[in-house]
């Protein structure tokens, strides 16, 4: 069945940024492995300028996001919702749906729904929606609806806890991403108005430094050096393959790998419990 899901990975953030803290590493992993790799921004960023209009703010912004995109030979797309003020409208449901079928998505990374970042929240409501949707003929779209549901992964929020410092429940797998810690580095460093915004916002001196301690944090938790982290989403209306990890197998920690496929085989278990009783009735 894994034949089914395009080699085609879309990754959908609220910013400029996020993709390269989040899951860069990833990203660069599977386009390594000969995925197709697209990143979408829901915002350019615009409230993330210091000493700066929102206008020049958003211009070099996306210049940031498309030159750290070219690295890993990947698209970069921007839907132009504004920073701060994101929420979930129909525009951009279908715009995002409208991406989702034109790279033919078989894999689709964003934010999770308890990420502490309001903008994070709204991308994630907005993508997994449009996720669910992309195989269904009604949409009112002229693309093509794809053949099966992509598959749906959320990377790992600043801080790992939720909007009230709570703790996340662990990753369901995380991805040893030493070998490229230098191109996510890369990536990332294209972000240079951001400097001074974390460190008026998240007080941090070091914006760089402080991100890869974050990687770093996540390899020791994993048995690596540095690691990227991930759940995957199992919900109804979505596949349960394993496509990411099993094409990144070898870049899984042992533990990870293990506690994946437990988690998974467990949340099937479960489902099907409930599909049983629901025929009972």
């Given at each position: 069945?894994?034949?089914?899901?395009?080699?085609?990975?879309?990754?959908?953030h609220?910013h400029?940024?996020?993709?390269?803290?989040?899951c860069?590493g990833?990203?660069?992993l599977?386009?390594?492995?000969?995925?197709?790799?697209?990143?979408?921004?829901?915002?350019?960023?615009g409230?993330?300028g210091?000493?700066?209009?929102?206008?020049?703010?958003?211009?070099?912004?996306?210049?940031?996001?498309?030159k750290?995109?070219?690295?890993?030979?990947?698209?970069?797309?921007?839907?132009?919702?504004?920073?701060?003020?994101?929420?979930?409208?129909?525009?951009?449901?279908?715009?995002?749906?409208?991406?989702?079928?034109?790279?033919?998505?078989?894999?689709?990374i964003?934010h999770?729904?308890?990420?502490?970042?309001?903008?994070?929240?709204?991308?994630?409501?907005?993508?997994?929606?449009?996720?669910?949707?992309?195989s269904?003929?009604?949409?009112?779209?002229?693309?093509?609806?794809?053949e099966?549901?992509?598959?749906?992964?959320?990377?790992?929020?600043?801080?790992?806890?939720d909007?009230?410092?709570?703790?996340?429940?662990?990753?369901?797998?995380y991805?040893?991403?030493?070998?490229?810690?230098?191109t996510k580095?890369?990536?990332?460093?294209?972000?240079q108005s951001?400097?001074?915004?974390?460190?008026?916002?998240?007080?941090?001196?070091?914006?760089?430094?402080?991100?890869?301690?974050?990687?770093?944090?996540l390899?020791?938790?994993?048995g690596?050096?540095f690691?990227?982290?991930?759940?995957?989403?199992l919900?109804?209306?979505?596949?349960?393959?394993?496509v990411?990890?099993?094409?990144l197998?070898?870049?899984?920690?042992?533990?990870a790998?293990?506690?994946?496929?437990?988690?998974?085989?467990?949340?099937?278990?479960?489902?099907?419990?409930i599909?049983?009783?629901?025929?009972?009735?």
């Open positions: 069945m894994h034949s089914i899901f395009p080699k085609n990975v879309v990754a959908i609220a400029p940024d996020d993709t390269e803290i989040f860069a990833t990203l660069k599977l386009a390594d492995c000969g995925y197709s790799v697209t990143i979408v921004t829901l915002t350019p960023g409230m993330g210091i000493n700066s209009t929102e206008k020049k703010t958003i211009a070099l912004r996306k210049k940031e996001a498309q750290a995109a070219e690295l890993i030979n990947a698209g970069y797309i921007c839907l132009d919702g504004r920073d701060g003020y994101l929420f979930d409208t129909l525009k951009l449901r279908l715009d995002v749906l409208k991406i989702i079928r034109q790279k033919e998505a078989g894999i689709i964003t999770r729904p308890d990420d502490y970042h309001s903008d994070h929240r709204a991308t994630c409501q907005i993508v997994d929606a449009s996720a669910m949707l992309s269904l003929p009604n949409v009112p779209l002229k693309e093509k609806p794809l099966v549901t992509p598959l749906l992964y959320h990377s790992a929020p600043l801080g790992l806890s909007p009230l410092g709570r703790m996340l429940d662990k990753p369901h797998f991805v040893n991403v030493g070998s490229v810690m230098e580095m890369q990536m990332l460093e294209c972000h951001q400097i001074d915004l974390m460190r008026v916002m998240h007080k941090m001196d070091d914006f760089y430094g402080e991100m890869k301690k974050l990687i770093r944090s390899g020791t938790e994993s690596c050096e690691a990227e982290a991930f759940w995957q989403h919900g109804g209306g979505y596949q349960k393959n394993s990411l990890q099993e094409a197998q070898k870049f899984l920690t042992s533990n790998e293990k506690k994946s496929k437990s988690i998974i085989t467990q949340k099937v278990r479960e489902i099907k419990k599909i049983a009783k629901q025929r009972m009735r």
